[in-house]
């Protein structure tokens, strides 16, 4: 355990941002399952636009990686376009 309270600073404010993160991770993840779940072409070009700002945040937030956010981007737009 640490002794320093600069150390145990760190601690508390690392176990802070772990929350922030995985809420905004498991937020994203509930969307993509939202969306893959849709099957109106309508419904699904309404989700789309929110769904890539998250996706962009999340790499600002260096919580996932630029080129995975494109691969995702990419892949649902091709999911879109499939919707009769």
């Known amino acids: 355990m640490a002794h320093h309270a600069s150390a145990m600073k760190r601690i508390r404010q690392t176990e802070k941002k772990e929350l922030a993160n995985k809420y905004y991770a498991k937020t994203m993840r509930n969307a993509l399952k939202k969306l893959r779940s849709t099957t109106e072409k309508p419904?699904?070009?309404e989700?789309?636009?929110k769904l890539?700002?998250?996706l962009d945040k999340l790499v600002k937030r260096?919580?996932?990686h630029k080129n995975k956010?494109?691969?995702l981007k990419s892949k649902l737009h091709k999911y879109i376009e499939s919707l009769a």
């Open 43 to 45: 419904a699904a070009q």
């Open 47 to 49: 989700l789309y636009p």
């Open 52 to 54: 890539t700002s998250m």
């Open 62 to 64: 260096n919580l996932i």
């Open 69 to 71: 956010a494109g691969n």
